[in-house]
């Protein structure tokens, strides 16, 4: 920028707690005090943050031109591509394969083979699940899995019946019979771990499995360069058509509207696409592609997870209201603890629901 435009550009990075970032963005953004450039998760907050007018429209970019139509599709609202994706994500569970390998265990495909491969652990002395419950967005991950797979093979018709206020999680109850499974055959005292430390357990082999997504690779690899990655669909009932990969465009870059640097945001969005520079940059953080200018190997996680999604056994991730989420993750902790019951947690997923789709209104 100095070359060019004889723009002198510091950059101030801002990384909150990853259980307090999304709060503390939306106040920003609520008190004209946003950031120029912020993450948010594509499918989960673009319509939200569209809405309350906290996203620069980008259609006209240059970068626009080069993303796989699969991709622009999940940050494009009301014809507008409002953000640009970094991370464009094939995703399940993750398996240590060398574990797996060594004990003759291939992944599951239903619940009833899911209980067959935990028994096999177990019997060989090999936690099946890592559980790091200290950061609480990662328990959550359970139900996102498991609810995909329930409600796109089950109840497609779940999301728009709980917006219009006609369904419940009580529909969708049998979400509890993985994550039941998972809590109670894990790895010790998970409110003492947090992700890095999950992640340094997970690559030392200290468990077979691990909810957590593939965004988890490159710390993982950090631990353990040999180790072995593994990801698969989450068996959710003994219907193997609910056992799915999840498509999702999660951490993406937008522009605030009220930004002050607008010329130098957009470029810095453009150049992380740069046909000559982005490349190395999404390899390095262990990313998959996203635009026609990637070229460069992918990974064998990812090559795993594609051929699910070759075989029609994927969905794209479910949009829901603003705070279910997070009403998730507390709610799970709680559950673990027995300080709620699973009656307990539908009510309140029930009630986090009704609020956040009036507030979407």
């Known amino acids: ?84 994706p970094m991370e464009s994500l094939s995703w399940g569970y993750l398996y240590n394969k060398e574990i797996f390998a060594d004990l003759g265990l291939t992944p599951p495909q239903t619940l009833d083979e899911m209980k067959e491969v935990v028994n096999t652990l177990n019997a060989n002395d090999i936690k099946p699940f890592e559980l790091a419950f200290q950061e609480s967005w990662i328990p959550q991950l359970m139900m996102a899995l498991s609810l995909g797979g329930i409600v796109n093979s089950e109840h497609p018709d779940w999301i728009e019946k709980m917006n219009e206020g006609t369904a419940s999680y009580k529909d969708v109850e049998e979400v509890f019979d993985i994550i039941d499974l998972i ?20 690559a030392n082999g200290k468990a077979a499995m691990w909810v957590q997504g593939t965004w988890q690779a490159e710390t993982l690899l950090k631990v353990n360069p040999d180790m072995q990655i593994g990801v698969a669909p989450l068996p959710v009932s003994n219907n193997p058509d609910g056992t799915m990969i999840n498509l999702s465009t999660s951490t993406s870059l937008a522009v605030s509207p009220t930004s002050e640097n607008q010329e130098v945001a957009m470029a810095l969005l453009n150049f992380i696409l740069d046909g000559q520079e982005s490349s190395a940059l999404f390899e390095e953080l262990k990313f998959n592609p996203v635009s026609n200018v990637h070229q460069y190997e992918t ?17 794209q991730d479910l949009s829901l209201p603003n705070g279910v989420t997070d009403e998730t993750a507390k709610q799970l902790q709680s559950y673990y603890t027995k300080d709620v019951s699973k009656e307990d947690v539908i009510k309140a997923l029930d009630n986090a629901w009704a609020a956040g789709a009036r507030g979407n209104k």
């Open 1 to 84: 920028m100095l070359a060019e435009k004889n723009i002198n550009v510091h950059i101030k990075l801002e990384m909150p707690n990853s259980d307090q970032a999304k709060q503390i963005l939306q106040t920003r953004l609520s008190s004209n005090d946003a950031p120029d450039i912020y993450t948010l998760h594509a499918i989960a907050d673009i319509p939200t943050y569209y809405e309350a007018g906290y996203l620069s429209d980008l259609t006209d970019q240059p970068f626009v031109n080069e993303l796989f139509d699969s991709v622009k599709q999940t940050v494009t609202y009301n014809e507008q591509v409002v953000a640009l």
């Open 183 to 202: 809590m109670e055959n894990g790895t010790d005292k998970p409110f003492e771990v947090s992700g890095a430390t999950g992640s340094a357990d997970f």
């Open 299 to 315: 990974f064998p996680w990812v090559d795993e997870a594609s051929q699910y999604v070759s075989e029609g056994r994927a969905y």
